[in-house]
């Protein structure tokens, strides 16, 4: 069990570098790994992770909506606003085709990354916020992220509120309530298995870039320009969400904790949502699932990058907030 533990840990830690080595396996030798990992397994992989995703989950976790209701409530508005606006815009300005448009908003419309709470406690944040964050837009997100989909995209492309909302109430909603319902009722058995969900998470997101990209390797091998923007257009939306997001926190007077917090759950995205829906919804725009993909790859890249950079300045900013009256339970136990 403690091997396991180890490599659970190993994993958790270096995400980003086997995501990266995942999809550039994926582009070398694309038809193996897509023999041997179809399109269909996005949504199971997909459902395993939300599973470990509830598994988690405490009626705790929820208190913080009441214990920190500004934070929270600028947090919510925030994902569901900063990211699909961005994405939409984005994909004016680069003059994205169809596909790819499709693609990068579904990105945007979907909840905070699964990935985001790990990335908060490495950047000293608040971490009881980023988990209730987390959880508040993901259970919102069947009913959020279609409408949102609806409004930014619905005037270009078909798209089905109810279809799209009964997919993430299969994929996402009910595995979390499942894996809530295990963790109410086998507490020690969810305390055992937690030390493991970590290699079960990168498992499945490392699966879901390997059938996306294998899936698309030769059309993204033959449009490098096309492959180039799509990547530009990922970091970009990934970057200035960060940016956003720490800016809101500011002008509203939050703590620097949840300064940070916001700015993480803001640029982290539920990518692999973003590919399961646009392989089930949107397949005959097969590279709609690209920008997923790269958001997957790129996110925990930067996300660790970002995390240690905000770390370094959080002692400083405890102390201001400290000064200024300001300072919470997460600066102080940031601080230790």
Request: charge should be positive; charged fraction near 10%; hydrophobic fraction near 55%.
């Amino acid at each position: 069990m403690k091997t396991i533990e180890k490599i659970s840990s190993f994993a958790g830690k270096y995400m980003a570098v086997i995501a990266l080595i995942a999809a550039i396996i994926s582009l070398v030798i694309p038809s193996p790994v897509h023999a041997a990992l179809p399109t269909k397994i996005v949504n199971w992989m997909l459902g395993i992770v939300m599973l470990g995703m509830g598994m988690t989950m405490k009626f705790s976790d929820f208190k913080v909506v009441f214990t920190k209701p500004k934070a929270v409530i600028t947090g919510i508005c925030s994902q569901f606003v900063i990211m699909p606006l961005l994405a939409f815009l984005l994909v004016k300005i680069f003059r994205l085709p169809a596909d790819l448009a499709v693609g990068v908003i579904l990105v945007g419309c979907c909840p905070g990354g699964t990935s985001s709470n790990v990335m908060t406690y490495l950047a000293k944040g608040d971490v009881a916020l980023s988990v209730g964050m987390t959880a508040c837009t993901t259970i919102m997100a069947p009913v959020v992220t279609p409408a949102l989909v609806l409004l930014l995209a619905g005037q270009s492309i078909n798209v089905s509120f109810m279809s799209m909302f009964l997919s993430i109430v299969e994929v996402v909603f009910a595995p979390i309530l499942v894996g809530f319902i295990i963790n109410y009722f086998f507490p020690k058995f969810t305390e055992a298995a937690s030390k493991v969900l970590p290699l079960v998470s990168v498992i499945g997101i490392t699966l879901i870039i390997m059938s996306v990209v294998s899936a698309n390797a030769s059309r993204l091998i033959s449009a490098v320009s096309t492959t180039g923007t799509i990547v530009l257009v990922v970091i970009l939306h990934n970057v200035l969400g960060y940016a956003l997001g720490y800016l809101v926190g500011r002008v509203l007077g939050l703590t620097h904790a949840q300064m940070r917090t916001l700015s993480i759950e803001v640029g982290m995205q539920n990518s692999g949502l973003a590919v399961s829906l646009a392989t089930t919804h949107f397949a005959a725009m097969p590279l709609a699932t690209i920008p997923g993909a790269v958001f997957s790859v790129w996110h925990n890249i930067s996300g660790a990058v970002y995390a240690n950079i905000l770390a370094r300045s959080a002692d400083k900013y405890r102390k201001i907030d400290a000064a200024a009256g300001k300072e919470d339970d997460a600066e102080v136990a940031a601080a230790k």
